[in-house]
């Protein structure tokens, strides 16, 4: 992974920007708009310390909130993620998902879908992460810290059933072994619940769930999302995607220079 920001590269452009509007004339380069949205989400630039290379904040901010609300990011994680699966000789739609949610703190002065995990101890939110084998984030749910796994993954279930032609099973923790396994069931698809044996004690990394700790791990690189900022959870899960996406745009470089 590189750790450090990186700007577009014409085919990586050319790679996202068929999802974008690019025929009308513009006061800002959509490209430089969307090197901004990439430079803040592994830097954690405030919006109002945005480097004078880019366009300014106010027009990124906007384009941010409108191409979220367009459901942009979540068009463009999709199909880098199948390229990425392809790049893999793997089928672009994945038959196995990895689920399990993260608590991350919220920013003071926020008080929007915010409550405390009582089991980490963390005052904030939970992240629901929704990843293939290979650690690809497909969709993500954000809520507040003090909601229950299983119950709170549901939201996700819409967008389960797009993966439905081919999902069959998908893997988690004995949090969603009630309520989320039921409904999964309802739609044909098998939950499996991956956990250590009961004899053992510690850390003990578990086949095809770990996975999903890993893709947790590498979101610290990105530091817009390493802690909670965000005043809505929409938002939320739009930088999570954003970080996804500069994930596979650095994975499949090499295949869009060929």
């Known amino acids: 992974m590189t750790k450090q920001y990186v700007r577009l590269t014409d085919p990586q452009w050319s790679a996202i920007s068929g999802f974008l509007n690019l025929k009308r004339k513009r006061k800002y380069d959509l490209r430089s708009i969307m090197?901004?949205?990439?430079y803040v989400v592994r830097t954690g630039c405030q919006w109002r310390n945005l480097p004078?290379?880019?366009?300014?904040?106010?027009?990124?901010?906007?384009?941010?909130s409108r191409w979220k609300k367009q459901n942009i990011f979540a068009e463009i994680n999709c199909l880098l993620?199948?390229?990425?699966?392809?790049r893999e000789n793997k089928n672009e739609?994945?038959?196995?998902?990895?689920?399990d949610s993260q608590s991350v703190k919220l920013s003071p002065m926020i008080f929007e879908n915010r409550g405390t995990d009582a089991n980490k101890k963390v005052n904030g939110r939970k992240r629901q992460l929704l990843v293939d084998t290979g650690g690809r984030i497909w969709f993500a749910h954000v809520h507040a810290g003090n909601d229950h796994d299983g119950p709170a993954?549901?939201?996700?279930s819409a967008d389960i059933l797009c993966q439905n032609q081919r999902l069959q099973k998908i893997y988690g923790d004995q949090a969603y072994n009630g309520v989320f396994a039921r409904k999964m069931k309802e739609f044909g698809i098998e939950f499996e619940k991956a956990s250590r044996p009961e004899s053992t004690r510690g850390f003990v990394p578990v086949a095809k769930r770990w996975v999903v700790e890993g893709t947790i791990a590498w979101t610290n690189f990105f530091r817009r999302i390493v802690k909670?900022?965000?005043y809505t959870v929409?938002?939320?899960v739009a930088w999570i995607l954003l970080a996804n996406i500069q994930l596979m745009l650095q994975r499949i470089k090499p295949l869009l220079q060929t």
């Open 35 to 38: 090197d901004a949205l990439l």
């Open 52 to 64: 004078e290379c880019f366009p300014k904040w106010q027009s990124v901010y906007w384009y941010f």
């Open 81 to 86: 993620n199948r390229v990425d699966r392809k």
């Open 93 to 99: 739609n994945p038959s196995s998902f990895c689920i």
């Open 153 to 156: 993954a549901l939201y996700l």
């Open 228 to 230: 909670e900022y965000e």
């Open 234 to 236: 929409s938002s939320s």
